[in-house]
């Protein structure tokens, strides 16, 4: 309540009010005025603004790898983390991760939203604090390139894209055929 003591004819007052924009709740502002004396209209003395806040969320991705030197040939497991640090849930998450030329696709635990082609792991909604995983199995190539990167995006504004990208680049160890025994007699 905002007590004013008294307005002449024609006077005004303004009060302003300084808040932090939550990530829920109720963002109606209604205001009403109201005085000893008679009011013949009273049509405005009420009014209510609404806000409409711009959901922001913190998105990172987290990549990892279960062997930085492995045996060409050998497979390898890249674990994906995304992370919403909020406030406000995220929708629209979507990992792009394309495997580049130094390893062949096997397998992965998404259940049907990663594309090995696109490259593009379909994460969806994720609140304020949550996070998903996704591991990638491949094969590891004699050639190509190692550097292998994933980026995050989502539909809400994003302040921090500095955590959005995280690469891992193992180095491969050549397989050598054993060596053959010589005999000398």
Do not use: C, H, M
């Not at 969320?57 to 279960?66: A, M, Q």
């Amino acid at each position: 309540a905002w007590t004013i003591p008294s307005l002449t004819n024609g006077q005004t007052q303004t009060l302003t009010i300084i808040a932090t924009v939550l990530p829920q709740g109720d963002y109606n502002f209604p205001t009403t005025i109201a005085g000893f004396e008679f009011d013949p209209i009273l049509t405005n003395n009420e009014d209510i603004i609404r806000v409409e806040p711009t959901p922001i969320t913190d998105l990172s991705v987290v990549k990892t790898v279960n062997n930085l030197n492995p045996q060409v040939g050998a497979t390898v497991i890249f674990t994906i983390v995304a992370n919403n640090n909020g406030p406000s849930p995220a929708t629209g998450v979507s990992v792009n991760d394309l495997l580049p030329s130094g390893y062949t696709y096997v397998s992965d635990n998404s259940g049907g939203n990663y594309n090995s082609v696109t490259g593009i792991w379909n994460v969806g909604t994720l609140a304020s604090g949550a996070n998903a995983s996704i591991q990638i199995v491949a094969t590891v190539n004699p050639t190509g390139s190692y550097l292998n990167t994933a980026t995050i995006s989502g539909s809400q504004e994003d302040p921090n894209l500095a955590n959005n990208t995280n690469s891992v680049t193992p180095t491969p160890v050549p397989n050598t055929p054993p060596s053959a025994n010589t005999v000398t007699i």
